[in-house]
Structures are given as structure tokens and as C-alpha cells.
T-cell receptor, first 116, second 112 residues
Framework: GESVGLHLPTLSVQEGDNSIINCAYS??????FIWYKQESGKGPQFIID?????DKRQGQRVTVLLNKTVKHLSLQIAATQPGDSAVYFCAENMGVSSGSARQLTFGSGTQLTVLP | EAGVTQFPSHSVIEKGQTVTLRCDPISGHDNLYWYRRVMGKEIKFLLHFVKESKQDESGMPNNRFLAERTGGTYSTLKVQPAELEDSGVYFC??????????FGPGTRLTVT
């Protein structure tokens, strides 16, 4: 069936380096993608989103890239800090273009560990 | 603005018992979602309310799960009777529009 998945379950980076977290999706009808950050004991926190009519979107220290040709999504974190250590989930939605609020489909998550 | 709140934060019950989880969405958010994450797996959708109506309950695993949203405000999710495989973290999210869903801290349910 349709699914959203992640290439790697864990990622360790040195403090100050850039992090790249990848996500593959298979539902070509998805038109909205979101990255969430989940810290221990907390719920998923919105980081950044992107609609399917875009291929890049930047936030504060974060950039999301969308490649619809290969159905790939990535989250880039610049100058990774200890506070960035968390599980990162990509999620997809469909029907956003038509204004319908639907359920999110999540990937399995990547544990990012920032090393001192 | 208060965020999404969930109660309790943790619940430990025995197999066969009943548990009721509560979610208070952000005020004014018509859309309310329940999700759960079973150990080591992805977060999965359970159901979606628009105000007091169930818009989509395709993710509910079986009839042991009952969700309600009285008056279109807070929502409850009851599991009766609980089974071991129901253990996990149950998240509630709310949204005002079709985009960003705001998540609560979750309820960690342990069935022994």
C-alpha cells in the first residue's frame, strides 16, 4: 500500500555540522508534506512544511527539499545544536490543495543525535 | 494561547480493564485527530473529528475503541477491554485549517 518511510533510523552528527534527514514517499497524490520534531516525553512539534507545487522552502536554520520526480523529501538543519537532538518524522497529506483537512501519514522516524 | 492538552500523561492498566483518554484541543479548532505510536513504529492515524462529527474513523483498530467529541469541544478515547497490543503513546492533534496540526504531549498507555 501507499506509505511514507525513512531511509535511516539513526543519524549522529557533530555539533556545528549540518544534518540531512531523508524521507521517501510513495503516494503520488500527496500534495503537502511536513517535518515534525519529537523530543522525549513531548508530542510532535511542527518544524516546516512544503506544498507539492514547490521544491524548496527555508525556515530558520532548516530547509526542506522536495523532489517529486523520485518522491523524496529531505530536511536540512544548519549548524546543528545539542537542542536539535530528537526524533524527526516526515508526514504527508493529500487534498490540501482543495482545502480539505485530512489525516497525516507518518514515516517511522529518524533519531538525530548531536555529538559534542 | 494554550496548546493541545491530554490527560492522563501516563496510564498503567491490566488486560481487560477500561481506560479513557481525554484530549482538549486548541480553542476554536474544529478539526481534532487521534493518532497512536506503538513501540518502535510510526505514528498511525486513528480518527478525525470535524466539530462533533466523525469525519474519518478508518484507522480505528477494532470495536474495543470508542471515540467521542461532545459538543465539538474536548474528545475522549475509550479502550474497553484493553489488550496488551493496545500499549503505546496516544496523541491528539487539532487544526483550524487544512494545514498545520498541533499535537498534544500524548498519553502513554501500558497494558500489563
Amino acid at each position: 500500500g501507499e506509505s511514507v518511510g525513512l531511509h535511516l533510523p539513526t543519524l549522529s552528527v557533530q555539533e556545528g555540522d549540518n544534518s540531512i534527514i531523508n524521507c521517501a514517499y510513495s503516494n503520488s497524490a500527496s500534495d503537502y508534506f511536513i517535518w515534525y520534531k519529537q523530543e522525549s516525553g513531548k508530542g510532535p512539534q511542527f518544524i516546516i512544511d512544503i506544498r507539492s507545487n514547490m521544491d524548496k522552502r527555508q525556515g530558520q536554520r532548516v530547509t526542506v527539499l522536495l523532489n517529486k520526480t523520485v518522491k523524496h523529501l529531505s530536511l536540512q538543519i544548519a549548524a546543528t545544536q545539542p537542542g536539535d537532538s530528537a526524533v524527526y518524522f516526515c508526514a504527508e497529506n493529500m487534498g490540501v490543495s482543495s482545502g480539505s483537512a485530512r489525516q497525516l501519514t507518518f514515516g517511522s522516524g529518524t533519531q538525530l543525535t548531536v555529538l559534542p | 494561547e494554550a496548546g493541545v492538552t491530554q490527560f492522563p500523561s501516563h496510564s498503567v492498566i491490566e488486560k481487560g480493564q477500561t481506560v479513557t483518554l481525554r484530549c482538549d484541543p486548541i480553542s476554536g479548532h474544529d478539526n481534532l485527530y487521534w493518532y497512536r505510536r506503538v513501540m518502535g513504529k510510526e505514528i498511525k492515524f486513528l480518527l478525525h473529528f470535524v466539530k462533533e462529527s466523525k469525519q474519518d474513523e478508518s484507522g480505528m483498530p477494532n470495536n474495543r475503541f470508542l471515540a467521542e467529541r461532545t459538543g465539538g469541544t474536548y474528545s475522549t478515547l475509550k479502550v474497553q477491554p484493553a489488550e496488551l497490543e493496545d500499549s503505546g503513546v496516544y496523541f491528539c492533534a487539532s487544526s483550524q485549517n487544512y494545514r498545520e496540526q498541533y499535537f498534544g504531549p500524548g498519553t502513554r498507555l501500558t497494558v500489563t
